[in-house]
Each structure stands twice: as C-alpha cells, then as structure tokens.
C-alpha cells in the first residue's frame, strides 16, 4: 500500500536514511501548483483558529484543572506518520498527500460536533462558534483540495481512506464537568497537532515542486 514506505521510514528512523524521493513532476505555475498554495493558505488559516479556539478553552475551562499533567489521547495515534519534518522530507509525495488527506478525513466527525457542543455544553458566544464553524469549513474545503491535486498529480484520486474514528463525542457531552471540560481540551491538542502536520506536508510538497532546498 502506499503507507509502506511511511512504516518503513517510521520504523527506522536511528538509522541513516536510504531513501531517494523522487521530483515532484509539477509546475509550481500550474492550475495545481496555484491548489496547493491556496491549501498552505488555508491550512495555515485553519491552524491559527484552531490556536485561538485552544487559548479560549485553557482559559476558561481547563485553567487550575491539572489537564496539562494527564495523558493526552488522539484517535489518530493509530496512525504510521513521521514524527518531523526530518522524517517527513524522505517519503514519497503521493504518501505525504495520502497521510494529509487521511488526518484530514479522521476530523470530519468530530469538527461537525465541535461547533455544536461548545455552544451547547460549553455555553460560547457567536465569535467563538463562529470560529469553530469556519475550521469545519476550511476542513472540508481542504479535502476537496487534497483530491484533486492527487488526481491532477495522477496519484490515486482520494477515493475512500481508511481514516481513523472519532468516538469521543460521549465525553464532551458528559453531565461531569471535569470529564467534558477535559474532553474539549484533549480535543484541541490532538487537533492542533494533526493540523500542524498537514500544513507541513503541504509546504513539502510545495518545495518539491520549486526542486529548491527542502
């Protein structure tokens, strides 16, 4: 499969790298190259709300809670990803773009409840639902994005992806407030870090195709 080569990096990430990833075969000029600069954009849009939405929840609802001592959770540690852009930099583009779109895919679930429960259990006013709504948007839109560059690209054209689950919607909706308020909070590390990663990839990919220093 195409996550192979991911593993196998992941797996040996001590040892000297033997990896040679090839050029990217696209015009940084072309209608794919101008996708994947609008996709850096919003991916680094979607990571500045997600920052801000984080700061408001420490604030408000997890400050003086010791959640930052407890073990942060995300359904999307099942995943074989590279755990910097050192390792990032020897796989394959059609994998960067897959693994992209995968995290992606995993917080589709999650991002149509979010706006939803933190104005109901959370009690936000507008300008932070609103927030939350626009990086729902941005993540579907990205999506959208993510599959057409892999079709453009001639890769596989992001068909189905086995992306994990997100059942954690329980908890935010929990009648305890330590376990919902912790439930948010743990939401919004795991977030912030998966879409950290997806802007990194992106901007990789963008270096691949200007074939300067990566």
Request: aromatic content about 8%.
């Amino acid at each position: 499969t195409l996550l192979l080569l991911l593993v196998s990096v992941v797996q040996g990430e001590n040892k000297p790298s033997s990896v040679n990833v090839k050029v990217w075969s696209i015009s940084y000029h072309s209608p794919t190259g101008n996708m994947l600069n609008w996709a850096i954009k919003s991916s680094q849009d979607m990571n500045h709300l997600i920052s801000e939405l984080s700061t408001y929840v420490n604030k408000f609802y997890a400050q003086g809670r010791g959640f930052n001592k407890r073990s942060i959770r995300c359904h999307t540690s099942s995943l074989s990803k590279p755990k910097n852009k050192e390792q990032a930099q020897n796989i394959e583009s059609e994998v960067l773009l897959t693994l992209a779109h995968t995290l992606l895919q995993a917080w589709v679930n999650a991002l149509h409840h979010l706006w939803a429960e933190m104005g109901d259990k959370l009690g936000c006013t507008p300008p932070i639902l609103t927030k939350a709504l626009e990086v729902k948007t941005l993540n579907r839109y990205l999506l959208e994005t993510m599959k057409k560059i892999a079709c453009k690209a001639k890769f596989a054209c992001g068909g189905n992806v086995n992306a994990p689950v997100w059942s954690e919607l329980e908890r935010l909706q929990s009648p305890n407030t330590d376990t919902r308020y912790f439930a948010f909070y743990n939401l919004f590390r795991c977030l912030g870090s998966d879409s950290n990663d997806v802007e990194m990839y992106l901007k990789l990919l963008k270096c691949r195709m200007l074939k300067s220093g990566c």
